[in-house]
C-alpha cells in the first residue's frame, strides 16, 4: 500500500506545483507560450465545471460529489485484495488526479488548466475553433489511469 500512496502523492503534488507555476507566470501572459510549433502550448485557463466545462450544478455540490466518489474509489482499493502494482498504478492515478483537483475546487472554486494541445481544429459557430480541451496534470493521470483501467478489465474479463 505504501507504492499505492506513493504514487497519489506524486500525482498530488506534481499537479499542485505545476498549477502554482501556471498561477504565478501564465496569468501575467494574455497569449500563449509556444513549446512545440504550433499545436503544443501553455495557456491559462480555468474550469468551474467538470470535464470539458459540464456544469453539475453549484460548486459545493460539486466538492461533495467529487469527495464521495474519491472516498468510494479508495475503499474499494484499500477493501481488494489485488495488491499487483498495475492495479496500484491505475487507481493511484486516478485518486491523485481526483484529489489535485478537488484541491483546486475547494480551496480556490474552480480548476485551473494550463496544457493545450491544439492539435484539431473545427469549424464551430462561425469561427474556427481548438476542438481539444486545456488540461492539467492531474486530469493527465486521470485519463491515463481510466485508460490503463480499460486495459485491466479488458484482460480480466477476455482471458
Known amino acids: 500500500m505504501l507504492f499505492f500512496l506513493a504514487i497519489i502523492l506524486l500525482v498530488v503534488a506534481l499537479d499542485q506545483f505545476t498549477k502554482q507555476l501556471a498561477l504565478t507566470h501564465l496569468t501575467q501572459s494574455e497569449?500563449?507560450?509556444?513549446?512545440?510549433?504550433?499545436?503544443?502550448?501553455?495557456?491559462?485557463?480555468?474550469?468551474?465545471g467538470i470535464a470539458f466545462g459540464i456544469s453539475?450544478?453549484?460548486?459545493?455540490?460539486?466538492?461533495?460529489?467529487?469527495?464521495?466518489?474519491?472516498v468510494s474509489v479508495l475503499l474499494f482499493v484499500v477493501l481488494s485484495k489485488n495488491r499487483k502494482p498495475a492495479f496500484?498504478?491505475?487507481?493511484?492515478?486516478i485518486l491523485g488526479g481526483g484529489i489535485g483537483n478537488l484541491i483546486d475546487r475547494a480551496t480556490?472554486?474552480?480548476?485551473?488548466?494550463?496544457?493545450?494541445l491544439d492539435i484539431y481544429q473545427g469549424y464551430l459557430f462561425g469561427s474556427w475553433v481548438s476542438l481539444w480541451p486545456v488540461f492539467n496534470v492531474a486530469d493527465s493521470a486521470i485519463t491515463i489511469g481510466a485508460c490503463m483501467l480499460l486495459i485491466l478489465y479488458n484482460r480480466i474479463f477476455n482471458t
Open 56 to 70: 453539475l450544478g453549484s460548486p459545493a455540490m460539486l466538492i461533495v460529489i467529487t469527495a464521495l466518489i474519491l
Open 108 to 116: 480556490i472554486g474552480r480548476v485551473v488548466d494550463f496544457i493545450h
Open 31 to 48: 497569449n500563449s507560450i509556444i513549446l512545440i510549433a504550433d499545436w503544443l502550448k501553455l495557456t491559462y485557463t480555468e474550469n468551474t
Open 88 to 93: 496500484l498504478v491505475t487507481f493511484g492515478l
